[in-house]
């Protein structure tokens, strides 16, 4: 497909509707975030993506755009549900429900640097990481599993792994309604058993923050952030489970397309009717997988506070935790209407507006907490939903990947990575510094660009920035 790109605005960008769009692509960057169009497929992929059954509105691609499986990560599409929408797994990605979550800790930097390095320690010997690597909770058996897989978070808290106020303070209240267990395959389950409460690899992190920049005092204020404030950020999803999850209904769904009368030019896009048998089995063992991943960050959080109360005597609150790998069925305008949209959003973080009816009743006047985190050595950012924001209520996820983990691994050495964290005064726990390497900073955009871009698109305002005192990494 010739991709067609014209200037939409100093911000953003338009792919023309041509052959089989059904609808327009949206780049929600400026050109020095853009991908390479000779190069890079990312761009394609939001043009292929406007090719789905139902798909309203837009193609929309966030500022960290880079190329994945089907989707763009960084790709927001909306699909309606009694139009003869679709749901694409490639929408989602392998990592189902992957996302963040921050903890506010009741200490500031000055009074954590001299306990620092004994706390990166009992992290670094307490947080399970790396591929194939166990899990903090040791299962009973499968029955246990399942009950995971329909409470998720709430399940966790019940168990004695955090706290009531943990709940008011995730997505969905700590778990996904719909989630159906009978629709998640037996290598899922088996891939998933060992494995909850671990972070995983590649760009997976437990990170030890302190606030750096308030730009909205009154959101600050409200979120409990202040400058100095120490938080903890944990980026994690849901393991072998969710991955097997995708491979196992991509499979069904590219075998009934021709059925339903489908075609996509890609066949990393196997889609399947919202409201047919394969799109509810979908959703129902996504939202299992999403709730793997929201008990999987409680018990992180978990474990964490526990070492932060033994060490500093601070505990730790939860602010916010949202994912970033998602589909859900939500209302948004339609043809002078609300309509129910199948959103997805693959690497893009749902940022709902202040008095939205979802948000719990302390952060509604502000909006919905949004977390970018960058790279080891760089800023993230905390953002809030804004009003207006025409990608769904959907903005970036972070700094996004201009490398691949090859040429990272070509431009970066151990000893050049050390010094420079170092030199940042980043401590760095890693599980291997091979691994580490893909994740060098110069192998990601400017985070500070991307946040300044989403801002631009009315996607989301700037609340603070964090700094990053010490990181572990898988």
Known sequence: MDIRLVTDGPWRFRIEQIGAMRVPGVVLAP??????????????????????????????????????????????????????????????????????????????????LHRLPALMDRLDGLIPRGLGRGGLW?????SQLQEILRGGARYAVEQGHGVPRDLERCEDYGAV??????????????RGTG????????????????????????????FGLYPGLVCVMIHCGSRGLGHQICSDHVRAMDAVMRRYGIH??????????????????????????????????????DAARRAFLQLTGSGLDLLYDVSHNLAKLETHPHDSARALLCVHRKGAT??????????????RRFGQPVFVP??????????????????????????????????????????????????????????SWRSVIEEAPEAYKDVDAVVRASEHNDMGRLVARLVPLGVLKG
């Open 31 to 112: 050109r020095e975030l853009l991908p390479d169009e000779s190069g890079d497929q990312a761009l394609q992929q939001v043009a292929h993506v406007a090719t789905l059954p139902g798909i309203v509105r837009a193609s929309y691609a966030m500022p960290d755009i880079h190329w994945g499986y089907g989707f763009p990560i960084g790709g927001v599409a909306a699909t309606e549900v009694a139009g003869g929408g679709v749901i694409s797994p490639g929408g989602v990605g392998f990592d189902i429900s992957c996302g963040v979550r921050l903890l506010t800790a009741h200490v500031d930097r000055t009074a954590l």
């Open 374 to 431: 960058g790279t080891m050595g760089t800023a993230s950012y905390v953002m809030t939903g804004s009003t207006g924001n025409r990608a769904f209520d959907s903005c970036c996820h972070g700094a996004g990947r201009v490398w691949s983990r090859h040429r990272a691994h070509r431009e970066t050495s151990v000893r050049q990575l050390r010094h420079e964290l170092a030199g940042a005064g980043v401590a760095v726990r890693p599980a």
């Open 195 to 222: 494995q909850v409460g671990s972070l995983g690899s590649a760009n997976h992190f437990l990170e030890i923050q302190a606030v750096d920049t308030v730009y909205d005092e009154a959101c600050a204020r409200a």
């Open 350 to 363: 749902r940022a709902l507006p202040p008095g939205h009816a979802d948000l719990p009743d302390a952060l």
């Open 177 to 190: 309604g719909d989630a159906d267990p009978t629709q998640v395959g037996e290598r899922a389950l088996d």
């Open 138 to 142: 040791h299962l009973t058996g499968r």
């Open 264 to 301: 996509v030019p890609d066949p990393q896009l196997a889609c399947a009717p919202v409201d047919s048998a394969e799109g509810r089995a979908y959703l129902g063992a996504m939202a299992a997988a999403a709730n793997y991943a929201r008990a999987n960050r409680q018990l992180l959080a």
